[in-house]
Nanobody, 121 residues
Framework: VQLQASGGGLVQAGGSLRLSCAASGRTFTFSTYAMGWFRQAPGMEREFVAAISWGGSDTYYADSVKARFTISRDNAKKTVYLQMNNLKPEDTAVYYC?????????????WGKGTLVTVSS
């Protein structure tokens, strides 16, 4: 499976970005897996951001992004999204998507290439 994140960029604090992650792979059945977003800031460990169940009915967020970020998915397009509003400088990181057999606990089975988000103050 290949996971390609996109949509990152430079934004001012308070701004918004929408990340996308497209999945591909002949044997990868996107609609049967939970999907998630993680991020890694320079010098920091990779951390969980958000996850969504295979059908989209259940979502989970890190406390630091609750009420600001929204995860969603389009199974027909094999794509998961992360809408990020009211961005803060501390949201600056490389964002990665991943898939898991279960949404809770979300155990990443593979990582895609990340996309860099930079939030200026």
């Amino acid at each position: 499976v290949q996971l390609q994140a996109s949509g990152g960029g430079l934004v001012q604090a308070g701004g918004s970005l929408r990340l996308s992650c497209a999945a591909s792979g002949r044997t990868f059945t996107f609609s049967t897996y939970a999907m998630g977003w993680f991020r890694q800031a320079p010098g920091m460990e990779r951390e969980f951001v958000a996850a969504i169940s295979w059908g989209g009915s259940d979502t989970y967020y890190a406390d630091s992004v609750k009420a600001r970020f929204t995860i969603s998915r389009d199974n027909a397009k094999k794509t998961v999204y992360l809408q990020m509003n009211n961005l803060k400088p501390e949201d600056t990181a490389v964002y990665y998507c991943a898939y898991s057999s279960r949404v809770q606990p979300f155990v990443p089975r593979d990582w895609g290439k990340g996309t860099l988000v930079t939030v200026s103050s």
